[in-house]
Each structure stands twice: as C-alpha cells, then as structure tokens.
C-alpha cells in the first residue's frame, strides 16, 4: 500500500501561555508499496508525530493522508487496517503469547479455531511458534518485540508503523532484532514505516529514510545516497559513525583553505565555508595537506582511528578511520591528504551544501 502525505502539519497550542509548537511543519513524503522507510531525527524532530497521525491516533491540524488513493485523514484508527508496534511493546501481561497476537482477531470477531491458526501462521514469520504458552513476563526483551510484531501483523495490514521499537534493547540484541524487522518486512511485503533517533539503525534496515528537524523534513532518499550528499549542514552531521568532521575555512582564488592550507581546488565564488571530512576520508601521508595533532590512537581489530586536534574544527576532536596496516606516527604532528569525494562544502551562513 502506497502512503502520501500532502502538506502534513501538526501544531500543538498552550493556551496558558498563549504558544504554539508546529511539530510537523507541511510535510510531504510519497511512501512507495511495499518498501520500508525509516523517519529519522533528534528528540522533537517530529518523526512520532508523524507516525501517529498516519496511525489516526493523533488529528493533523492542515494536510491530508493517503493510503492508495483512499484519502483516510479523517478515518478512524481502526479502520485505516494498520499495525503498530510501540515503544514499549505494549503486551498484555496476564495473556499468553497466543493470547496476545490472537486478541486484535477476536477483537474483530473472528472465531477461536480460525483467530488460532492465523496466530500460529504469524508467529512463525516472526518465529516464536515455540513460545506460544509463555507469558511476556518470562520472555525476553527480543522475544517481546517479535510478539508485539506478530500482533500487528496478525491482521494483514495494509500499512505497518514501528514507533522506537528498538530502544529498550541491548546493543546486541538491537544488532539482531533490526535484522529480524527486515527480514520480516521482506517476507511480508508490508509497507512499513519505521521511527528511530538512531541513525545507524535507520540506514542499516530502510530502503528510503526521511531525515527530520523541528519538524521539517530535510531530505529523503536512499540511505547510502543521502549520506554521500547531504542537503546541508544537519543532514551530514546526523549521519554518520563516527560523524563527519566539520572545520572552519573560506574559499580565495579558486583554493579551498583550512587556515593557512590549501586542501583542494574548486570553482565556488570566494567565501566563508564550513568543511565537512568523513572519517574514511583521511589519507596518511608525510606530504599530505591538512596538518593535525595527534591525541591518541584507538586500535579497532582492522581499522585503526585517529584521534587528533585541530584550531579550526568545529569539534574537539577530529576522527580518522584508516587501515591498521597504515604506517604513521604515534604522537605529535600528523598530515593527511583527502579523498575528494568524501570532503564536503557548506555555507558559512545557509549551511546549505556547496558541493
């Protein structure tokens, strides 16, 4: 199921203190059918917001949603054939876990012998077909988002919504959960629209991410393009582990410079910038154009990460990700050349990408 949203706006009012946040401010995404798409972006971006209005929970304040070419704006929650998985699970506790992927199907008055074969039929997509007489208390953090998942799928929705659903998990178990969400998803060919902070976990599973702030979108597209070309300054900082590094330059005579240093050539009018180097961007190099100083090193199995300083960045530290095969010293001065492609220039006032 394609989903549209045209103009989408949310503006919360404190009539107290006679103020207005516009949470989503005239979003417009067209949600392909069958594709996973993660809403990206820092706490009060307006990505939950989002997700609630196209779930019916919350009432847009402008705009209008699509799910095909049914217009279900004003259609309740449970008719818009949704599943939603919450941060929180939101299982029942004194259920079993047939009991609980079952409940949305009885809810709809489906019989007992057919609400049980279709539970046992979703459990084992998510495959916990062997967990059906337990009890949440006695599952793991895992198992009970795989539960959740299944009762939201149980109903063949049109559209699945997955709000945060990794946060209460280990690292490890995060790792192997966002697997098991795409794998399912695939299987499924559920359109699906999945809202997260983390943004390695947004690139690692989505299709398409939406990348968000103050309730703006910012940019959309695949992960790996977005991250290569950023639309600006917070685009390119979000995303990214380590983040980029960003310093201070100008452009003069058709030289991008770093202080005194020339780092590259360009056609851009001379101007303030902003520099942004991705970590793998670092070339060591005894000749190289960009002189930082070593802090310490951070021996990482394959990759080695330097840690060093530089007057101009923007960040107390500069990160640079090379080979550990890489000769170079250990303390004091260090010099780099620099993949082109992955240097970024930005305005020093728009912060919108000059190249």
Known sequence: MKVVLEHLTKIFTNK???SEVRAVDDLNIEIPDGKLIGLLGPSGCGKSTTLYMISGLQEPTAGRIFFGDADVTDLAAEKREIGMVFQNYALFPHMTVAQNIMFPLLNHRMNKKEA?????ETAKIVQIENLMDRKPSELSGGQQQRVAIARALVKNPAVLLLDEPLSNLDARLRLQTREEIKRIQRETGVTTIFVTHDQEE???????IVVMKLGVMQQVGKPQDVY?????LFVANFLGTPPINIFKGYIKNGGVYIGEERIMDTNHEDQEIFVGIRPEGFIVDPEGVLTCHIDHLEVMGRDISIVSKHNLSQKPTIRSIVDSLTAMPTEGEIKFNLRPQKVLLFNAETEERLR
């Open 16 to 18: 107290k203190q006679k």
């Open 116 to 120: 049980t074969i279709k539970a046992f």
């Open 202 to 208: 947004a690139m690692s599973i989505s299709d398409y």
């Open 228 to 232: 290569d070309d950023p639309v600006n």
